[in-house]
């Protein structure tokens, strides 16, 4: 039996959070419903639990002192951060059963389309992804680059979160941009606040086949503690496995077990004020190894915190657990090795999956036409991914029509989608259901599209 946790760190990685005075008196009011006149002088009140909440007082003084009102506002300060985090000296500070050390999932965020951007969030496409990328390209690490996706919300504000990928038309502008201009697709998601609802379910099942948003808690108590989390307002996972189960969604309800494709693990906080991880959660994972069952350990925090402390609290939590289950051996991993080795327990995972596509030039009966073929392996899914850019740099996405035998797809270049001569280049991207991937980007010659140098398969 492999008795083995994977302990998966994932971060939210979102780049600088800058929070002004103004800003924590409007987060005590949307969290907890109190309106206190700003000043400095009520500030510090607050910290010192002076003033008369009606009982949120120690509420109020947690969100304000320590660790959770110590914010990295400047790329400065992340930085600072991460050349720490990701030396070898804080990696193997604790090393783990197979003397690896501390391995960070990056689910990258892009800031798109907002309008009010009080917390001065770094706008702009692939401006946190590339930051990233370039810090992993510098080091040799473990680390994976994952996604974020924070929906919009109604006022385009780039401090809030919605629920609706219906309402985000950044989505679709996000992932064809990421296709086309960096040869990259998601693999393992993350939700945006973990808060997933009908519409985000069904997105995800048709391309995305690991998810690590599940914060289910024994007791949900803590989450009629603010206004935010109340009635399943953000990061609704009530109904969810609280066990450490990784687990199919049901189509209807991503919360309960179904025969959906995709997969979904649990992730818990760190030194937060909802879903933190603590001993008991930590032993809970090791009991379930113990018992013969790989386990997923899934821990979340964000990049604009301190990643040194929340590390540090977590480690020492594992030594606890480790100590108590001399059997279990627990490894510090990425996000995909962990799903497939939970998922898949050992069975082998790693053919490639490997797409082609065929351009058709238009001829006196039909227009121009490509057909894309999985010539190895299954698709995730339905269909491919499908990315599009115009002559005028428009980005957009659209769906195959599918072929009578299975693995085969086309799309024809008319004016019921895009006619050929609007078009400059063509992504195509899948997953596998073991995370393998491959991506083809087509640019046009001439009249004709022909493969760029950006083709992918891992």
């Not at 992504?427 to 991937?437: F, L, R, S, T, V």
């Amino acid at each position: 039996m492999n008795k083995i946790v994977y302990v998966v760190h994932s971060v939210d990685t979102e780049g600088p959070l800058y929070e002004s005075i103004e800003a924590k008196f409007d987060r005590i009011k949307s969290l907890f419903n109190i309106d206190v006149e700003i000043s400095h002088e009520n500030l510090q009140q607050l910290k010192n639990g002076e003033i008369d909440l009606g009982g949120t007082e120690k509420d109020v003084q947690r969100i304000l002192n320590g660790h959770l009102a110590n914010y990295n506002e400047t790329w400065t300060e992340i930085d600072e951060m991460l050349q720490k985090i990701m030396s070898d000296d804080f990696r193997k500070k604790s090393v783990d059963s197979f003397d690896g050390g501390w391995i960070f999932n990056w689910h990258c965020l892009d800031h798109i389309g907002y309008e009010y951007n009080p917390r001065r969030r770094d706008i702009g496409y692939h401006n946190i992804f590339d930051h990233y990328q370039e810090k992993l390209r510098l080091i040799s690490s473990d680390d994976e680059i994952h996604w974020h996706f924070h929906p919009m919300s109604f006022y385009r504000d780039a401090h809030r979160c919605a629920t609706s990928y219906e309402n985000s038309i950044e989505l679709h502008q996000i992932l064809c941009r990421k296709i086309i201009e960096r040869g990259w697709f998601p693999v393992v998601y993350r939700a945006g606040f973990q808060s997933e609802r009908p519409d985000s379910n069904l997105f995800l099942e048709q391309w995305i086949p690991f998810d690590l948003s599940n914060m289910a808690q024994d007791d949900n108590s803590d989450l009629e503690q603010t206004v935010d989390f109340r009635n399943g307002r953000s990061a609704d996972w009530r109904l969810a496995p609280s066990d450490w189960s990784v687990y199919h969604p049901h189509h209807d309800n991503y919360q309960k077990e179904g025969s959906c494709r995709r997969w979904i693990a649990r992730s818990l906080n760190v030194l937060n004020r909802i879903a933190s991880i603590d001993q008991r959660e930590v032993d809970k994972a090791f009991d379930r190894a113990n018992q013969g069952k790989s386990t997923l350990l899934g821990i979340s925090g964000h990049d604009w915190r301190n990643l040194v402390t929340e590390v540090d609290h977590v480690r020492d939590l594992i030594v606890d657990s480790s100590s108590k289950y001399p059997e279990v051996k627990y490894k510090f991993s990425g996000a995909l090795e962990a799903f497939r080795n939970v998922v898949y327990d050992g069975q082998e995972t790693m053919d490639s999956l490997q797409l082609s596509a065929v351009f058709q030039e238009a001829t006196e009966e039909d227009v121009e036409w490509i057909e894309v073929t999985a010539t190895k392996g299954e698709v995730f899914g339905p269909q491919p991914y499908l990315a599009i850019q115009t002559k005028s740099r428009r980005f957009m996405h659209d769906n195959f029509d599918f072929d009578i035998s299975p693995g085969r797809w086309f799309f024809a270049f008319h004016s019921d989608s895009i006619p050929f001569n609007d078009i400059e280049k063509v992504g195509i991207a899948a997953n596998d259901k073991y995370g393998n991937q491959s991506i083809i980007n087509l640019v046009r010659k001439g009249d004709h599209l022909v493969a760029a140098d950006t083709m992918k398969n891992k």
